[in-house]
């Protein structure tokens, strides 16, 4: 069985801050994809990043960064200088052979106050 | 292009009744997917459709069931409804490819309320 794991589950900045949120993962596929998802109060999930199983590099993409250890199963992301508008949910997922199915983790709430 | 569109945005339904949602995935996409979120369970998925077949099926009971038509628009319906199937129901599309990696795109969900 699948599972994801997002141990915070509210995290509140200051502007500017940088913030990581973490996401742990089980699976027994070897072959399988990781994803953050945003989703802000309008409650449509934004995709953000997808990673294949396959691909340990790590990712940045402005001021989104993302880190991924299979070691260590985690696939963490990192927020450079935050901004009020980051404030939202933020989802990790995990798919294995049925990739249009994911396994969510509980989301982490994130507030970043001006 | 446009995206994933589904309606209604919100409803209320008391317990007993049935509810159908609806859903229109993306223009070329063949894999619609559905997933209940609530405040208890976090977003569990329900059901995937492709080229008007269940592809895939999640652990929920049989009131929750779902259909694809031919230009692969969905419909999922909840019958007999119970308080706990208050929930925002998210639809998302792909092209259900392997190659697709599992990409979807979100809908802005249907917010049920069960009274």
């Known amino acids: 069985a699948q599972k994801v794991t997002q141990a915070q589950t509210e995290i509140s900045v200051v502007e500017k801050e940088d913030v990581t949120l973490d996401c742990v993962y089980e699976t027994r596929d070897t072959t399988y994809y990781l994803f953050w998802y945003k989703q802000p109060p309008s409650g449509e999930l934004v995709f953000l990043i997808r990673?294949?199983?396959?691909?340990?590099q790590n990712e940045i993409s402005g001021r989104y960064s993302w880190n991924f250890q299979k070691s260590t199963s985690s696939f963490n992301f990192t927020i450079t200088a935050s901004q009020v508008v980051d404030s939202a949910v933020y989802f990790c997922?995990?798919?294995?052979?049925?990739?249009?199915?994911?396994?969510f983790g509980k989301g982490t709430m994130l507030l970043v106050s001006p | 292009k446009a995206g994933v569109t589904q309606t209604p945005r919100y409803l209320i339904k008391t317990r007993g009744q049935q509810v159908t949602l609806s859903c229109s995935p993306i223009?070329?996409?063949?894999?619609v997917s559905w997933y209940q979120q609530t405040p208890g369970q976090g977003l569990q998925f329900l059901f995937e459709?492709?080229?008007?077949?269940?592809?895939n099926k999640g652990n929920f009971p049989g009131r929750f069931s779902g259909r694809q038509f031919s230009n692969s628009r969905s419909e999922m319906n909840v019958s007999t409804l119970e308080l706990g199937d208050s929930a925002l129901y998210l639809c998302?599309?792909?092209?259900?490819?392997?190659?697709?990696?599992?990409?979807?795109?979100f809908g802005e969900g249907s917010r049920l309320t069960v009274l």
């Open positions: 223009s070329g996409h063949r894999s």
């Open positions: 998302a599309s792909s092209s259900g490819t392997s190659g697709s990696g599992g990409e979807l795109f």
């Open positions: 990673r294949n199983s396959f691909d340990e």
């Open positions: 459709y492709f080229s008007e077949t269940q592809r």
């Open positions: 997922a995990l798919s294995g052979r049925g990739y249009s199915t994911l396994t």
